[in-house]
Nanobody, 121 residues
Framework: VQLQASGGGLVQAGGSLNLSCAAS????????MAWFRQTQGDERDFVAAVSRNSAFTTYADSVKDRFTISRDNVNNKGMLQMNSLKPEDTGVYFC???????????????WGQGTLVTVSS
């Protein structure tokens, strides 16, 4: 699976962005999809994950009720709708796929290149 994240940009606090993750390959629909973010070389922190059939989603506490993860298996695409953005949401956002809906970055096998989100105060 090859993944390409897009949709990042500069937004003021309180604004919204919608990230997309385009996937190639036939295994996307059979994979869990997740978003992580990384700030200034730190470890990649879990943001959200969605199960293969979208029946289950999980979020980091810091983004719960503000972010929504979704996927479109017909078009091999994942999304992350981010509302009420805060300066602490700033970072490079990566999409990833794996076999289990877990919060550990090491559990995900394939990663996109990342898209930068900057939230100004």
């Amino acid at each position: 699976v090859q993944l390409q994240a897009s949709g990042g940009g500069l937004v003021q606090a309180g604004g919204s962005l919608n990230l997309s993750c385009a996937a190639s390959g036939s295994s996307f629909s059979n994979s869990v999809m997740a978003w992580f973010r990384q700030t200034q070389g730190d470890e990649r922190d879990f943001v959200a994950a969605v199960s293969r059939n979208s029946a289950f989603t999980t979020y980091a506490d810091s983004v719960k009720d503000r972010f929504t993860i979704s996927r479109d298996n017909v078009n091999n695409k994942g999304m992350l709708q981010m509302n009420s953005l805060k300066p602490e949401d700033t970072g490079v956002y990566f999409c990833a796929t794996g076999s289990y809906t877990v919060k550990r970055a090491s559990a995900y096998n394939y990663w996109g290149q990342g898209t930068l989100v900057t939230v100004s105060s």
